[in-house]
C-alpha cells in the first residue's frame, strides 16, 4: 500500500500559499490539507500555488475541509450552510472533503438528516465526503457513533482518535470492540497522540508519553492494515498536532511547549519507519 502525508496549513496561516507549499515539499509531504472559504483571494492563491506544482508533480493533492460556523440556528439551516459549502469546495477538485458534520447535541434522527444531505451531494457531484470524529459533532463519542454507522455502512470516516480519548477519559482500554467496528470506515487519518484530559501531548517526543504514542501507533497500523487486506491502494494521512491552543503552553509567558511544525514532521517521519 502507498501511504501518502499531507501537511496541515493549520498554525502555518504566517506563511504565503506559495512559501507554504514549498515548505511542504521540501519536508517530504505529498499533499496539503486546507481549510478554504471561496470564493476569496486566498482560495484564489492557494490554487495558483497547487497548479503550478501539479504542471511539475501531478500527484500532487489536496485535501479540504468543509466546517459550518457554530450558530443559533435550525437543522434545516445547518444543512443549507452546509450544502453551499459543499458545492463551494467541490469546484476546486479536492482529492475528497473532510467534513466536520452535524452537532453532538443533534437528536440522532437530526443528524441522520446531515448525513444524507452529505451523501446525496457526494453522490450527486462525484466527489467524497469523509466525516471526522471530533468532539462537539456527530461522531464525538465511540458508542454513540455506531447507530449511524450501522444505518449507512457507506460511511467513510476521517479518523481523529484523540477526541474519543478526550471525550472518554481514558485512553479506551474498554472499547477495543467498537473500535473494531469503527476502524473499517476511516478512510484518513488525522495522525495527533491525544491523551486522557486532552486532544494532544505537549511532545510527542518526550518519554513519559511513549506509551500513548505506542497506542496510537497501534490503532492506526490496525486501520492501514484493515485497508491493504481489502486491496485498497492509497491510504492518505495528514499529521495533525495543532498551534495553541491545541498546544499546551507555559503559564505566563505562554510560550508553546514544543513546536508545532517539528511535531507533524516528527509523526510523518515516525510513521514512515512504523508502517512500512
Not at 493549520?10 to 499533499?31: A, V
Not at 484564489?44 to 457554530?70: C, G, T
Not at 511513549?210 to 481489502?230: G, T, V
Amino acid at each position: 500500500m502507498n501511504i501518502l502525508y499531507s501537511s496541515t496549513y493549520w498554525g502555518s496561516e504566517s506563511l504565503s500559499p506559495e512559501n507554504f507549499i514549498s515548505k511542504t515539499i521540501c519536508d517530504g509531504f505529498n499533499g496539503v490539507e486546507l481549510f478554504l472559504q471561496p470564493p476569496d483571494e486566498m482560495t484564489n492563491l492557494f490554487m495558483s500555488a497547487i497548479d503550478a506544482v501539479k504542471m511539475i508533480n501531478n500527484d500532487f493533492y489536496f485535501i479540504a475541509l468543509q466546517l459550518v460556523f457554530p450558530a443559533k440556528e435550525s437543522v434545516t439551516d445547518y444543512i443549507q450552510k452546509m450544502e453551499r459549502n459543499l458545492a463551494s469546495i467541490s469546484s476546486l477538485n479536492p482529492l475528497f472533503i473532510n467534513s466536520h458534520t452535524g452537532k453532538d447535541y443533534y437528536s440522532f434522527d437530526d443528524n441522520c438528516r446531515v448525513i444524507e444531505a452529505a451523501m446525496n451531494f457526494s453522490a450527486k457531484n462525484n466527489i467524497r465526503i469523509l466525516h471526522e470524529t471530533h468532539r462537539s459533532r456527530l461522531a464525538f463519542h465511540t458508542a454513540t457513533l455506531l447507530p449511524y454507522l450501522e444505518k449507512f455502512p457507506e460511511m467513510e470516516l476521517t479518523g481523529d482518535l484523540s477526541h474519543f480519548c478526550v471525550v472518554s477519559e481514558s485512553m479506551l482500554e474498554d472499547q477495543e470492540e467498537i473500535l473494531e467496528k469503527i476502524f473499517p470506515h476511516i478512510s484518513h487519518l488525522h495522525a495527533r497522540v491525544g491523551y486522557e484530559q486532552g486532544s494532544q501531548v505537549n511532545d510527542p517526543k518526550a518519554p513519559e508519553w511513549n506509551s500513548h504514542m505506542n497506542k496510537f501507533i497501534k490503532w492506526w497500523h490496525q486501520i492501514i492494515n484493515l485497508k491493504q487486506k481489502a486491496g485498497q491502494k492509497v491510504f492518505t494521512i495528514t499529521p495533525e498536532f495543532g498551534p495553541v491552543p491545541y498546544m499546551p503552553v507555559m503559564p505566563y509567558t505562554k510560550k508553546p511547549m514544543s513546536v508545532q511544525w517539528d511535531n507533524n514532521l516528527f509523526i510523518k517521519k515516525l510513521l514512515q519507519s512504523k508502517l512500512a
